[in-house]
């Protein structure tokens, strides 16, 4: 069978060439100009049900602004696939003065994140990618003066937080930033490529869903469009590649409604030992007066409630 050239293409994104089983940062070769910088922060993937968030971070040097204007960088979803490759391969090719990031959320940690008690929520996870991305960046040894962020959340409140956390350097938090300012756009398209060279050439973290013995891996595993629950493609994959009993690869993520009533539906259900609490508070609580309905061992025991134990 023939190697899909936009495969080929996704194999060249660093970090991009196994299953993609922990987050990770990139960061390309630091700029060389002298600064001040400008950083423009923007994501893909907050929707999907499947595969990778990727926060992306640009910077510019402040002296090469109208360079920067110059160039096509713009909101990644108002460009074709092509067109969003060659301006990140227009983002690289000028390492004197520019750079880019990215922080690849794997499917695994937004949906432990989501899952646990307290649940560490998107927003909450989005946030800290950022931080991570702006820190590094500083710590790359790059003066920053201003920072560019598409909002999350309301943009007063998230401007104000940022600002607290790095004081002495200009923040704008804006709704549509990737639109208003070309530095966002530039980091609009770093984390579009990123995520879309996962998905297009997705290596499954289970070994039986990937080729075997030099085969191809099976088309209806692979089609699973872009990610999105209104995708028909990604539809229609959900429906095809549910497992009663281990319900979905890893690419999917388990903590969004989509894949949550898809497993309710159509899964085995699961009965967790901690169910059976209920019954252990009876048989340790139950009955008046105080002893009445408690366990011979538990009476034997002086013990009356199961915090107890």
């Known amino acids: 069978m023939a190697q899909n050239p936009e495969k080929q293409t996704a194999r060249l994104i660093p970090g991009a060439d196994g299953p993609l089983a922990t987050s990770y940062t990139y960061h390309s070769p630091t700029p060389t100009v002298a600064g001040p910088y400008i950083l423009g922060v923007d994501e893909a993937g907050r929707g999907p049900t499947l595969g990778p968030l990727v926060y992306g971070v640009a910077y510019c040097a402040s002296s090469r602004k109208d360079d920067l204007e110059e160039m096509a960088f713009a909101d990644s979803k108002t ?3 092509e067109t969003r490759r060659s301006l990140l391969e227009t983002l690289s090719g000028a390492p004197d003065f520019l750079g880019w990031s990215v922080r690849v959320i794997c499917p695994q940690a937004i949906s432990s994140g989501m899952l646990r008690k ?6 909450k996870q989005s946030e800290e990618a950022t931080i991570l991305l702006i820190r590094e960046v ?7 003066s201003e920072i560019y962020v598409d909002t999350l959340g309301n943009p007063v409140t998230y401007q104000a937080y940022l600002s607290s956390l790095f004081p002495g350097i200009e923040i704008t938090v804006a709704k549509k930033a990737d639109s208003l300012y070309r530095i966002v756009g530039a980091a609009s398209i770093a984390a579009k490529v990123n995520r879309d060279a996962w998905i ?9 869903c990937n080729s ?9 595993l692979t089609a699973f469009g872009s990610g999105y629950p209104s995708d028909p493609n990604t539809k229609k994959w959900l429906e095809a590649n549910l497992e009663p009993t281990f319900g979905y690869p890893s690419i999917a993520r388990f903590s ?4 949550k009533v898809a497993l309710d539906k159509a899964a085995h259900s699961v009965k967790w030992i901690d169910e059976g609490e209920d019954s252990l508070i009876k048989a340790f609580e139950s009955g008046t007066p105080r002893d009445q309905g408690r366990c011979t061992a538990a009476k034997d025991l002086c013990i009356r409630s199961i915090g107890m134990l």
């Open 200 to 208: 297009e050439g997705w290596i499954f973290e289970e070994e039986h």
């Open 138 to 144: 500083l710590q790359r040894g790059l003066q920053l």
């Open 212 to 220: 075997q013995e030099g085969t191809e891996k099976d088309d209806a």
């Open 118 to 123: 307290p649940p560490i929520n998107l927003n």
């Open 256 to 259: 969004w409604g989509t894949i």
């Open 79 to 81: 460009l074709t696939a």
